[in-house]
């Protein structure tokens, strides 16, 4: 899209002074003066505005970053189309205001739309580019960065039921943010992550410049699919859609330690990744342990497949769930198959329940012996879940260096620890931090891997020198996430951002060549 001539002065005068700093009030006062140049002003929300806390709470996921004491943003910016994006960047560079994205709102740790430390910024939301367009004949669609999941599988499927997209379970989890940090789902093992099906992107850079695949050349289109965002504003995605049955079948099935959870668990760890690519099983770990699995094919061939391979399941055909794969999107969340298929376009959120998430790759199978001493954890004061998802496949299949998400060739599985709490309550944050500390023996080493899209800032925060974050800082945190691309990340942020604009306290820094 074209932009305004303003747009296009002010893009000539705004890059005089990288190093930025908190802007004084005056300087808050001409941004969004400058905001109302360019943008409807129905579209810029500010406190003062009645409307600031409903906006602001609408996609916030965890009570404890909306308080009295949350750094809270300037404005919340929502855009319908790419000028008012380029806009934001341009007045932010020109009065030293930077921006935060989100999209679904489901980051862990909320630095789409808060701070850590008192900062002077403005919040970008995205919810009002949420298009999913369709092109049935080439089995590609373009998706804007504000869609959720629920709304790229109901809008896919409705058009083309033989289609669908290798994404997460959550259906509220905003697209931009999912496939910044690679994404994660079960059907990963077919088709990889939704990553390795990106073929082209708009986004808008540092420059307030809006830019394609190959105007943003290799190294930028690289980073944006799964690098953790912070290299510029993605607007939308081009992807690969995959073919799917028109059934698939589905099971949970509960084993209690009693019934020999510890067992089938440690067998899993090592059948899981080899299985079938067209079957994943997914182990949701409490006082129990529940199986659940996706199988693109029926339910006799599902049968028949873990009868062999995984006996200790005890699977009948009275523990399949034969559906479409649109069907099975919300049957993974529901349980019930009469569930309307019309839930995945719900993006209500709720602040009911406090959370804490952390995650590990385990690469070595964990003994049985140890199984045994992990499960008494879940019966402890405050207890809550771990998630274990299988790679293998196609995902472990992809070279490390391929994309940004370096956890492929020999990861077994990603754990996610899951703690709940409501009020005051200490127990859950104490249960989810010991048990991460009773982890680290059994799990990846040197670094110990972490999955960028479970953001967690006990891992490390950056540091910022001179106005800019310092790389030293960045590696306490960027390795874990990224492994060995961390450096190629942050040599391509020296290139697009040398000034660190698109900064937040887990975001790539700039690393940029001294000659």
């Not at 990224?482 to 700039?510: C, H």
Request: charged content about 20%; some cysteine; aromatic content about 10%.
């Amino acid at each position: 899209m074209a932009m305004s001539t303003h747009a296009a002065l002010l893009l000539t005068v705004c890059f005089l002074d990288c190093y930025l700093t908190i802007p004084s009030l005056a300087a808050s006062g001409d941004f969004l003066q400058c905001l109302s140049e360019n943008i409807p002003t129905q579209l810029v929300v500010t406190p003062s505005s009645s409307s600031f806390d409903s906006v602001l709470v609408s996609s916030i996921r965890n009570p404890k970053f909306f308080t009295p004491t949350t750094v809270r943003p300037l404005c919340i910016v929502m855009p319908t189309n790419a000028s008012h994006v380029q806009a934001v960047v341009l007045c932010g560079r020109r009065h030293d205001v930077r921006v935060r994205v989100r999209s679904g709102g489901h980051d862990y740790e909320g630095l789409s739309y808060r701070a850590e430390r008192p900062e002077v910024f403005a919040v970008v939301d995205l919810s009002n580019l949420r298009a999913v367009r369709i092109n049935r004949r080439a089995a590609t669609a373009w998706v804007d960065s504000g869609a959720t999941l629920g709304e790229l599988y109901y809008t896919v499927a409705k058009a083309a039921p033989e289609l669908a997209f290798p994404a997460g379970v959550c259906p509220t989890v905003g697209v931009g943010g999912h496939f910044s940090g690679g994404g994660m789902g079960m059907m990963m093992r077919k088709y990889g992550l939704p990553v390795d099906n990106v073929i082209d992107a708009t986004l808008v850079d540092a420059n307030g410049r809006l830019l394609d695949k190959k105007a943003m050349k290799r190294d930028l289109f690289w980073a944006i699919r799964g690098g953790g965002g912070n290299f510029g504003i993605v607007l939308s995605w081009k992807v690969k859609l995959v073919r799917v049955p028109p059934t698939v079948t589905f099971f949970n099935i509960r084993k209690s330690v009693d019934q020999g959870a510890v067992n089938a668990v440690a067998k899993w760890q090592t059948l899981a990744p080899a299985l079938p690519d067209e079957l994943s099983i997914r182990v949701i770990v409490s006082r129990d342990a529940l199986f659940q699995s996706l199988y693109l094919g029926s339910c006799g061939e599902l049968v028949t497949t873990i009868t062999r391979l995984f006996p200790e399941l005890l699977m009948t055909r009275a523990d399949c769930r034969e559906m479409s794969w649109l069907q099975s999107t919300v049957y993974v969340n529901s349980g019930d198959t009469k569930t309307p298929l019309e839930t995945l376009l719900n993006r209500t959120t709720s602040l009911s329940t406090f959370s804490k998430n952390k995650s590990d790759y385990v690469k070595k199978a964990i003994t049985k012996d140890l199984w045994e001493k992990i499960f008494p954890w879940f019966n402890k004061a405050g207890a809550g879940i771990i998630l274990l998802e299988p790679h293998g496949g196609r995902v472990g299949s992809i070279a490390d260096a391929a994309t940004p998400y370096p956890h492929r060739s020999g990861v077994l599985y990603n754990i996610q620890y899951v703690a709940f709490w409501t009020g005051n309550g200490t127990d859950a944050p104490n249960w989810i931090k010991g048990l991460y500390d009773f982890m680290e023996p059994l799990v990846s080493k040197n670094p110990r891997g972490a999955y960028v899209n479970y953001r967690d800032l006990d891992i490390g925060e950056n540091t910022v020198v001179g106005g800019v974050t310092s790389y030293e800082s960045g590696k306490a945190w960027g390795q874990k996430y990224f492994g060995g691309n961390f450096k190629q990340l942050a040599i391509t942020k020296g290139k697009v951002d040398a000034g660190d604009y698109f900064r937040n306290e887990q975001s790539v820094p700039p690393l940029v060549s001294r000659k």
